[in-house]
């Protein structure tokens, strides 16, 4: 493929794969673009000479333009968190990237599909994404299909899963599925693949299967993350939980959607381990094995809110815009967004103003209530006030809370002071262009023990009061300025 500078077309980058791997390829020196349906979900991810095109795959006249003058392409596309028929959707797709990839010129496609024996039975989820493998092989396009079992990285959908079960359950009724034997993949070693194959020197199309150093099961994974986490868990199997059982049983206590889960519990039924070794002959990385992949992902739980996550895949929600209560890992989140006719500039000067004089812009007694309660618990309750009527920095007081971050017209997030059984944020993002702002406010809370779900389902109610009347007051008072 040559060592200059190529130019790239990267699909799903609002995916926690596509995500990560946005970020690596911009740190290569090669030119980048991302198609997305939705640009203004990427503008504020991306570099500053990365290029976002609006298209979506499923729409053959938006890719000619996207696919012009691209040498390598990524498809990182699939429909699994989308209802009805998507292997349909997953086929129709995968031809019209091929076919608008021949017509453009595109030298390579490198696709990251599912890991699993074709010669054997297969879920509907694993088989589309081998099926969508074969067609970017008949498009006419060299192909380079790497096939992965579970990937782990703080913030994957799997990893997430481990997370919330052993967490939250001392005791778990597990189904037989969590004895099937797979190859897990750390993050870090499947961005190294996705990018060390730009330059691989090869011929035809080529399929490479990938995993990690260890096979171990689901239950070992769960066991392995416990052991870091310095907790003792019982898992006992009972055989007559059926996927469609399973997957409304993760849905109550993990972050996944109760489809998504049906299709990653049909997947987990299957083993996902490595036949053909290929890949560690034809790439020069070595690949970690699961108590390191585990260990990186725990060193990187803090900025899980700040990094790609599976859930950020627009398709997994569908057209939803609002989240309450929804678990991401160990977090519960209470998320709303809103529309003004304004630039981001002028939608954000609100958020920058917040506390202080200015207060909350709903139920300041509330807040004043809560600032009340917190000092009697000895903590720093709402007497701070601010240092600045209109500026703020990181480090900075404000009322309860403390700058975490800020972002000039973009973001604030705010991390609580107060007496809590846990830990707690308040996230402001702007996003838009100078015609209309999205606004999306997120609260965030970190549970610490079994008191901390209590509080957190006790204040509930109020969060549901009080958060969404602050969001209407931002954007009324964006309106006005």
Known sequence: MGESPQRILLTGATGYIGGRLLKALERTGHVVRCLARQPAFLRS??????????????????????????????????????????????????????????????????????????TGPLSSHLRSRQE????????????????ASIVIGSGSLSFEMIRALVERLPVMLTPRWVSVQSQPIAITDLLAYLTDALELRCTGNQVFEIGGADRVSYRELMQEYARQRGVRRWMLCVPVLTPRLSSLWLGL?????????????????????????????????RPVGVSEAIAQALRNEDRELAESRWSDALSMAGPLRTWGGVRFGPRLIDSRTVRVPVSPAVAFRPILRIGGEVGWYYGDWLWQLRGFLDLLFGGVGMRRGRPHPDLLKVGDTLDCWRVEAIEPDRLLRLQAEMKLPGRAWLEFVVEGDEHQATIRQTASFDPRGLLGLVYWYGVYPLHQLVFAGMLRGIAAAGGRT
Request: no cysteine.
């Open 132 to 147: 969508v493998g074969h067609i970017l092989r008949a498009s006419g396009v060299q192909t380079i299909e790497l096939r």
């Open 45 to 118: 991810r991306v570099g500053p000479h990365t290029e976002i095109v609006a298209g979506d795959v499923l729409n053959p006249a938006s890719l000619d333009v996207a696919l012009q003058r691209v040498d390598t392409a990524y498809y990182l596309v699939h429909s699994m968190g989308a209802a009805g028929a998507f292997e349909a959707q997953d086929r129709q797709a995968a031809h019209n990237f091929g076919r608008a990839a021949r017509q453009a010129g595109v030298q390579r496609l490198i696709y990251l599909g599912g890991l699993g024996d074709s």
């Open 253 to 285: 206590v993990t972050p996944l959607y109760a489809r998504v889960g049906r299709k990653l519990v049909e997947s987990l039924r299957h083993p996902t381990i490595v036949q053909d070794d290929s890949a560690l002959q034809q790439f020069a990385i």
